[in-house]
């Protein structure tokens, strides 16, 4: 049964109090005309650097739009298009139109106003902390929405993060996803040195995919997730392709694990820490290293000043894809690894485009499935929010604003 909009996502179904919406206005017609985008409005006119083909911004409902960015300009230019206050142009893709905004979002704002951004920015509430317990509620949250949700826009594999796509086509081009997984997880698995009798732990598991490539190599797997849903669906995949006696799936906090492997791996995980808990995340991988053991993990990361400016403020991907999750910067992983553990990091490859690519596949194959998807009982608010994330995330990548890393950690030499 669908729940109404109203009731599942009360913020964007119903429009705020217009307090601010006339600072926001003149903010935002600020911006748009330093963009190369043409924002069109209901009565006719029309602002944005861009010329007569570039990507259309469609403001549908004004008031509310500019209610909204009033109230919290980071979370409700999210929200307004959840609630379809604005939306793509005929004939303009959404990560198309996000792109520009992304490539100068740190200029888009003038400075002094930037300067006030301590004032208007919202904290993290405190109960999206990742202790013990609040990393099963975050974790569930997103990963337990429903199997079947990410198997209508997943590629067969059921891999939820970069591919790498082959030197044969352009990564802006390619369409061979389901190879461009695999390509990337043996190259993690590469990176961590495993082969057939290697001790793994993956910190993550995913819907199994990683831990079943390592067991065909012969390797001893031991992966933990937080998500039950994942748990069941990753037991079931092993065991129908009859590695039971190669993989153990656990439902378990990466602070609660024991013993020691030869190899550690954690693929887009570290997101999902938090700052705080930064340390306990490296340390536990330090702790269950075995000597000349090698940890590899493949990171989103962001500028380290992008990092320093927001890591304490609240944003849209925290309050409705990811709660208590929080991007590091390279400069962030370095520091916390020389502060807490004896591990380096000894080789990086990065993936960025790779990724803006797998997103666009993902947002595509989501929308063609939506039907599916909204049998499901995923409602309209929904589609707009999801399709908007992986959009948003589409134009991180490729402006830049984000990357993406494997890399492999060894310990410093005695």
């Known amino acids: ?38 924002v069109t409005y209901p009565d006719g006119r029309v602002l944005g650097a861009g010329p007569p083909a570039s990507p259309e911004f469609e403001v549908v409902r004004p008031a509310a739009f500019f209610a909204r960015l009033g109230r919290d300009a980071k979370i409700g230019f999210g929200e307004a298009y959840m609630a379809g206050d604005w939306r793509a142009g005929p004939g303009t893709d959404l990560a198309d139109l996000l792109t520009p905004f992304a490539s100068q979002l740190t200029t888009l704002i003038p400075p002094a106003l930037q300067r006030l951004r301590v004032f208007a920015d919202k904290r993290v509430p405190h109960d999206h902390e990742n202790t013990l317990a609040g990393s099963r509620t975050n974790i569930a949250a997103h990963y337990d929405l429903s199997n079947d949700l990410f198997a209508a826009f997943l590629d067969p594999t059921m891999t939820y993060s970069s591919a790498w796509f082959g ?12 190879e461009a997984q695999l390509r990337k997880i043996d190259g993690i698995l590469d990176l961590a040195g495993v082969q057939a009798g290697t001790r793994l732990l993956e910190i993550g598991s995913g819907w199994g995919s990683l831990a079943l490539r390592a067991a065909q190599r012969g390797a001893r797997v031991t992966t933990i997730t937080l998500s039950r849903e994942q748990m069941r669906l990753a037991r079931d995949r092993v065991e129908a392709a009859g590695l039971s006696g190669l993989v153990e799936v656990r439902v378990q906090d990466y602070r609660e694990v024991g013993g020691e492997y030869d190899a550690i791996v954690s693929v887009e995980m570290i997101e999902a820490v938090g700052e705080a808990y930064w340390p306990a995340y490296f340390t536990a991988l330090d702790r269950l290293l075995a000597p000349g053991g090698t940890a590899a993990i493949q990171a989103i990361t962001m500028d380290h000043k992008r990092f320093l400016a927001t890591r304490r403020s609240f944003s849209w991907i925290q309050k409705y894809i990811f709660p208590g999750g929080i991007i590091p910067s390279l400069q962030a992983v370095d520091d916390t690894l020389g502060a807490h553990t004896t591990l380096r990091v000894t080789q990086r490859r990065e993936l960025r485009a790779h990724y803006a690519r797998t997103l666009r596949l993902w947002r595509e194959r989501f929308l063609h499935q939506w039907p599916r998807i909204h049998a499901q009982g995923f409602d309209e608010t929904f589609r707009r929010m999801w399709e908007f994330y992986l959009a948003y995330s589409e134009a991180g990548f490729r402006s830049g604003y984000l990357g993406v890393s494997q890399l492999q950690m060894t310990r410093e030499p005695a």
């Open 1 to 38: 049964m669908t729940v109404s909009a109203a009731i599942r996502w009360p913020a964007a179904a119903t429009p705020p109090a217009p307090l601010r919406s006339g600072i926001a206005r003149v903010v935002f017609d600020y911006a748009v005309r330093r963009v190369p985008v043409r």
């Open 167 to 178: 030197d044969s086509e352009p990564a802006e081009t390619a369409t061979r996803l389901e």
